[in-house]
């Protein structure tokens, strides 16, 4: 989700900033109207600092956005992970990848994937022995 965000920005912003090219029939009045504009060419328009700045508040609350939810997931416990399993296999999974919850969770979720009917006690069980065949048995 991340990968996108700066590209998302910068089209929001380019989308934003893009001037509407209009050629309008001018009357007599509206020649007026530019001929004070061009006298004082220094009057800011009345809408460009306001979009401007809802743009860059929209793009910046978006941004501020994905940061916050891609952190909370990031740091969301797995529900397949290696807590669910008996403290027996816990121990013994954990005792293998020396102590390294993340590595063990990531075992049991990918096992848990590939055997969706299987319970966690399996799937530990199965990533023990796993890593004991691939260790040449110790």
Not at 123 to 129: M, Q, S, V
Request: net charge positive; hydrophobic share 40%.
């Amino acid at each position: 989700m991340l990968k996108y965000l700066p590209l998302g920005a910068a089209i929001a912003i380019i989308a934003s900033t893009q001037i509407p090219i209009e050629i309008p029939v001018l009357t007599t009045s509206d020649r007026q109207i530019q001929t004070s504009q061009l006298a004082n060419p220094n009057q800011p328009d009345d809408n460009s600092g306001v979009n401007t700045l809802l743009t860059a508040a929209l793009v910046g609350g978006t941004a501020a956005t994905g940061v916050i939810l891609a952190t909370k997931k990031a740091n969301k416990p797995s529900s397949t992970g290696v807590d669910q399993a008996s403290p027996k296999l816990r121990k013994r999974l954990l005792t293998l990848l020396h102590n390294d919850e993340a590595t063990a969770s990531r075992l049991i979720a990918q096992i848990k994937r590939n055997h969706p009917n299987q319970s966690t006690n399996w799937a530990a069980e199965k990533a023990i022995y796993d890593l004991e065949r691939d260790r040449g048995g110790r």
